[in-house]
């Protein structure tokens, strides 16, 4: 996770200036790389209208993690069944836990 400026974002990209169409290349570069961002009001052109270099945004990979899903839950609860991560997440619930997440369970408690 790596909190950056949308200056950042727009040089990456190689632009020169902030505006409404650089927000919606930065959101598309950002789904292409599987990367989430938040808080999500900083690349919606809708909410800022004078987007500037210096606002910042905080990027996540999504890639399955406990912190990704915790995030995608709550960023985008449409996509998600909110309920079950995070319940399952917070009491301990080994059915809320990915594949990979239940494989490193195992390896811990196989070494111990």
Do not use: H
Not at 1 to 6: R, Y
Not at 30 to 58: H, S
């Amino acid at each position: 996770m790596l909190e950056t400026s949308l200056g950042q974002l727009r040089d990456e990209l190689g632009y020169k200036k902030l505006g409404k169409g650089i927000l919606e290349q930065i959101v598309k570069a950002l789904g292409k790389q599987e990367l989430g961002y938040f808080p999500q009001w900083v690349l919606d052109a809708r909410c800022n209208t004078e987007p500037r270099q210096g606002n910042k945004v905080w990027v996540y990979v999504r890639d399955n993690s406990t912190r990704a899903r915790v995030l995608d839950a709550i960023l985008c609860p449409e996509q998600a069944n909110v309920r079950s991560v995070l319940d399952g997440l917070v009491s301990g619930d080994l059915a809320a836990l990915t594949a990979e997440e239940k494989l490193k369970r195992i390896r811990e408690i196989v070494n111990v």
